[in-house]
C-alpha cells in the first residue's frame, strides 16, 4: 500500500513538472550557424529542464513576411525571433520588441563589438542580442592573382579591382574575373550597390529626404558596376545573388568576389569548396573618398512584446548568445564554425584567429562600418546597405529591379536611375516625407 | 487517310507526347537525382545525371534535423480534412445550382470565381486577427477551414459542371417516386456523378497540399504541413541545394504516388461531360 502511494506521489509530482514545464517557440533561419545553435540546444534544455524548445526554420523571405505579420498582429505566435538590423530600429521604436534588460550577470554587455550594438540599441535600450555579425569583403583566388602578375593590396580601391578582373578574366577556362550580386531584391543587388554607392560618395536620401538617384554620384556607381560585369563578370549574373556567387567561386569559376565576411568560411572549408587553399581576403574597395563599400549586418535574437514566455526567451536568448555558447560551439564543432562578428573576445582568441584566416579583415570591415554616417555626405537615416525605414523592403526591391534591368542591358544606367528616382520620389511623397 | 499516314501521325504525337511529357517531368527527376548527390556534386559546374557518388547523407540528415512524419501527419489531415469538408458544402451547392437554378445563379457562379481572382496577401490582416482572436493560429483545425474555403469555389465549379451533364429527368423520376431531397443526392445523384466527385476530391486534395502561402503563414512549429518544412531547407547564406531536394522529394513523393494510383479515376473525371 506504502508502495502504491508513493508511486502515486511520483506520478503526481512527475505531472506537475511536466505541467510546469515551458515551451518557448524559436523562429529562425536556415543558415549553417543556426542549424548548429538548433543541433546544440540539448545543452540549453539540460541546464533549463523546466524548458523545452519548439524550432520553425524558414528562408529569409517566408520568415521575415511571418515574423512581420505576427509581432504586428500581437499574433504571439512566436517567443524568439531571428530579425536583422534592419528591422531592429524600426520594430523597437514601435514597441513590438521586448528590452534585453535581464540577460544575466555574466553576460558581459561590454564584449559586444559596439558597431553591432549600435545598431541594437535604441535610447540605450538594447532590443536584440546579436547572434553572428558581417560586413562585406574582398575574396580572390591567390593563383590567379599570381598568374595576372598582381599582388592585391589589403585595401584595394576599385580601378585596382576592375584591372585585376580583367587581367584574372579567362573565358576559354570558364573563369570569370569578378561576381557581384545582380539578382534583384534589397538584400541582393541593392545591399551590394549602396555600398558601392557610398563609397562612390552617393546617397540614397539628402538630409530633407529627397532621392538622390539623380546625381553624377549615383551615375559613376551605376556605370562602373554594368562597365565591370559586362566586361569580368559571369553570363547571366543579373540572376546571382549569394548562393549563386558561392557556388560559382567553390568550383573555381570567379577570381574575384565581393560579398558578406561569413563566405570566408565556407569558401576555405576543404569539404565543400575546390580552391580552400587558394583563397585570400581584402577589404572591400574604396575610391578614395574616406568611405569602404562594405556593409554591416547582423543576424540577432529578439522577443515579441507578444510573448508570453519572456523569461524562459531572455534564458534561451542569454544562451545562444553567450561566450559560453561560443565556447560550446568551439569544443564540439571547432573554431571556425563559431558564429562570428560579434564579440570582441572571440577576435582576441588565438584560436579563432589562427582557425578563421578572415578573421581579421572581418573585423576590421565591421569596426569601419558606420551605419549612421554611411557614406561621404551626411543622411537623414540609419543603415549602411539599408535605409532603416519600413517604406524601404518595397522601395529597396523596386530600385533592385531597375538596377538589374540595366545589368541586362534593357536599360541604361541613366534610364534605370531616372526611373528609381521618379518611384521612390512618389513612394516618399505617399508617407508624407520629411516626417 | 491511309494505314500509313494513320501509322505516321500516331508516331509523331506519340513522340511528342513524350517530349512533353519529358519536359514537364524533368524538372522533378532533376531535383531527385539532386537528393542523392553530396551538396559540392549538387553545385558542380558540370552536373552529372547519373555518373556520380550516390548517397542517402542528405535523406538521413533531413529526417534527423527535422520532424518529418509531423508534417506529413498535418498535410494528410489539412489536405484530406479540407477536401471531405469541401465537399459536405460544395455537393449541395452544386446540385442547387444545377437543378434548381434561379435567374441570380450565373452571377452567384461569377461571385464565388471572382474570390479565386484576388491576390491572398489581400486579405492577410483581416484572416490573421481572425485566427488569433478565434484561437485558430498554428492548429490543424484552422487550416483545414481555409483550405475548405480557398477551394470551396472550385469544388462548387467543377462539380455544377458535372452534375448539369446528368439529365434532370433522372432526378425528376426519383422524385415522383417520394425521394426526398437527402435521397435524391445521396442514392440518385451521387452515384452517378461518382467520378467527377472523385475527381474534385483528388484535385482538391493536391492542391491543398501543395498549397504554401496560407500553410506558411498560419502555422509555426505544431501545424506546419509539408510546405513549411521545405521552405525550412532553403537558406539565403549556404549551399543546402542537395538537402533541400531531399526535403522536396519526400514531400512531393506522396502526392506523386496518390497522382499516379488515381490517374484513371483523375482523367476521367476530368473529361467527364467533354466529349459527347
Given at each position: 500500500m506504502k508502495n502504491k502511494l508513493l508511486m502515486l506521489a511520483c506520478g503526481i509530482m512527475a505531472m506537475s513538472n511536466a505541467y510546469a514545464k515551458e515551451t518557448i517557440t524559436i523562429a529562425t533561419v536556415n543558415n549553417g550557424d543556426m542549424i548548429t545553435m538548433k543541433e546544440l540546444s540539448n545543452e540549453f534544455t539540460s541546464q533549463h529542464p523546466d524548458i523545452d524548445l519548439k524550432w520553425v526554420t524558414l528562408e529569409e523571405n517566408i520568415l521575415r513576411q511571418r515574423v512581420t505579420t505576427d509581432v504586428a498582429t500581437k499574433g504571439g505566435q512566436y517567443d524568439v525571433m531571428t530579425i536583422g538590423t534592419y528591422e531592429v530600429p524600426i520594430w523597437g521604436k514601435q514597441n513590438w520588441l521586448t528590452e534585453l534588460d535581464n540577460l544575466g550577470e555574466n553576460y558581459d554587455l561590454d564584449d559586444l563589438l559596439p558597431a553591432i550594438r549600435s545598431g541594437l540599441t535604441i535610447n540605450d535600450k538594447l532590443y536584440a542580442a546579436p547572434f553572428y555579425g558581417e560586413s562585406s569583403m574582398v575574396m580572390y583566388r591567390t593563383d590567379l592573382m599570381e598568374k595576372a602578375g598582381l599582388t592585391m593590396p589589403k585595401a584595394p580601391t576599385w580601378n585596382f579591382i576592375r584591372k585585376a578582373a580583367k587581367a584574372m578574366n579567362d573565358t576559354k577556362e570558364g573563369v570569370f574575373g569578378l561576381c557581384l550580386r545582380g539578382k534583384a531584391g534589397w538584400g541582393e543587388n541593392v545591399a551590394l550597390i549602396t555600398s558601392m554607392a557610398n563609397s562612390f560618395g552617393a546617397r540614397w536620401f539628402d538630409e530633407n529626404w529627397k532621392p538622390q538617384f539623380n546625381t553624377p554620384e549615383w551615375e559613376n556607381t551605376l556605370q562602373y558596376y554594368v562597365d565591370v560585369m559586362k566586361e569580368s563578370g559571369p553570363a547571366g549574373s543579373s540572376a546571382n545573388g549569394f548562393n549563386e556567387n558561392l557556388a560559382l567561386f567553390q568550383t573555381g569559376k570567379c577570381g574575384i568576389w565581393i560579398d558578406a565576411t561569413v563566405a570566408g568560411a565556407f569558401v576555405t572549408n576543404k569539404k565543400d569548396s575546390e580552391v580552400a587553399d587558394k583563397v585570400g581576403f581584402a577589404l572591400a574597395p574604396d575610391n578614395g573618398l574616406g568611405k569602404r563599400g562594405n556593409w554591416l549586418w547582423s543576424w540577432t535574437l529578439a522577443i515579441p512584446s507578444s510573448s508570453k514566455k519572456q523569461d524562459a526567451a531572455m534564458k534561451f536568448i542569454s544562451w545562444a548568445t553567450s561566450k559560453e555558447y561560443s565556447q560550446l560551439v568551439a569544443d564540439k564543432k571547432g573554431w571556425a564554425k563559431v558564429p562570428p562578428g560579434t564579440r570582441k573576445s572571440l577576435y582576441n582568441n588565438p584560436k579563432y584567429m589562427e582557425a578563421a584566416p578572415f578573421a581579421q579583415i572581418t573585423l576590421d570591415s565591421i569596426q569601419t562600418a558606420d551605419p549612421k554616417n554611411p557614406t561621404v555626405k551626411p543622411v537623414p537615416y540609419v543603415g549602411i546597405q539599408f535605409v532603416a525605414i519600413p517604406e524601404f523592403q518595397g522601395i529597396g526591391t523596386a530600385v533592385g529591379q531597375q538596377f538589374s534591368a540595366a545589368l541586362t542591358g534593357q536599360m541604361t544606367v541613366k534610364e534605370a536611375l531616372n526611373s528609381s528616382q521618379r518611384l521612390v520620389e512618389r513612394t516618399m511623397r505617399k508617407a508624407r516625407y520629411p516626417k | 487517310m491511309t494505314i500509313k499516314d494513320s501509322r505516321r501521325s500516331k508516331l509523331i504525337y506519340t513522340i511528342a507526347a513524350w517530349t512533353i511529357s519529358g519536359m514537364i517531368f524533368f524538372p522533378i527527376l532533376w531535383t531527385l537525382i539532386t537528393s542523392f548527390k553530396t551538396e559540392s556534386e549538387a553545385i558542380s559546374a558540370t552536373p552529372a545525371l547519373f555518373a556520380f557518388e550516390w548517397t542517402l547523407e542528405n535523406y538521413s540528415d533531413v529526417l534527423s534535423r527535422s520532424p518529418y512524419f509531423n508534417h506529413f501527419w498535418n498535410s494528410v489531415v489539412i489536405s484530406l480534412g479540407s477536401s471531405l469538408l469541401g465537399l459536405l458544402i460544395a455537393v449541395p451547392a452544386a446540385w442547387s445550382m444545377a437543378f434548381v437554378q434561379t435567374k441570380k445563379t450565373k452571377h452567384l457562379l461569377m461571385w464565388m470565381l471572382s474570390t479565386k481572382m484576388l491576390p491572398p496577401v489581400g486579405v492577410l490582416i483581416p484572416i490573421y486577427l481572425l485566427f488569433r482572436d478565434f484561437g485558430l493560429l498554428d492548429t490543424k483545425l484552422g487550416l483545414v477551414i481555409v483550405m475548405t474555403l480557398i477551394n470551396l469555389p472550385i469544388m462548387v465549379w467543377m462539380l455544377y459542371t458535372y452534375f448539369r451533364e446528368i439529365p434532370n429527368e433522372i432526378l425528376?423520376?426519383?422524385?415522383?417516386?417520394?425521394?426526398?431531397?437527402?435521397?435524391?443526392?445521396?442514392?440518385?445523384?451521387?452515384?452517378?456523378?461518382?467520378?467527377?466527385?472523385?475527381?474534385?476530391?483528388?484535385?482538391?486534395?493536391?492542391?491543398?497540399?501543395?498549397?504554401?502561402?496560407?500553410?506558411?503563414?498560419?502555422?509555426a512549429a505544431n501545424a506546419a504541413p509539408l510546405t513549411a518544412f521545405i521552405a525550412s531547407y532553403s537558406s539565403p547564406e549556404g549551399l543546402f541545394y542537395a538537402k533541400l531536394s531531399a526535403a522536396s522529394a519526400m514531400a512531393i513523393v506522396p502526392i506523386l504516388i496518390l497522382g499516379w494510383f488515381s490517374q484513371k479515376q483523375l482523367v476521367r473525371g476530368l473529361s467527364f461531360g467533354a466529349v459527347k
Open positions: - | 425528376e423520376a426519383s422524385r415522383m417516386d417520394g425521394a426526398t431531397i437527402g435521397e435524391e443526392i445521396f442514392h440518385v445523384l451521387l452515384p452517378i456523378a461518382l467520378p467527377g466527385i472523385a475527381s474534385t476530391l483528388l484535385l482538391n486534395v493536391i492542391l491543398s497540399w501543395n498549397e504554401a502561402f496560407w500553410t506558411l503563414i498560419l502555422t
